[in-house]
């Protein structure tokens, strides 16, 4: 017999089109999660940027933004 899904405990050989399935789902979801990293990378940045901005305020330039 051939198995018409994937199965852990299963010896069967299984359809090929449930394997080009499972591979089209997975490489789907390496993508989504490819392009959801790209995004944090770069608001990673965008953070660091703004951090070093913030690091090079002086004391004498903060105290004039509050006079």
């Not at 979801?29 to 770069?42: D, E, G, L, P, R």
Request: charged residues 10%; aromatic residues 2%; without cysteine.
């Amino acid at each position: 017999p051939v198995d018409e899904e994937l199965n852990a405990s299963s010896t069967n050989p299984v359809q090929n089109k449930v394997i080009n399935s499972a591979i089209s789902t997975l490489t789907s979801s390496v993508s989504a999660n490819t392009s959801s990293i790209n995004n944090h990378t770069t608001a990673i940045g965008n953070l660091q940027t703004a951090v070093s901005e913030i690091q090079e305020i002086t004391s004498a330039e903060i105290q004039a933004l509050f006079a």
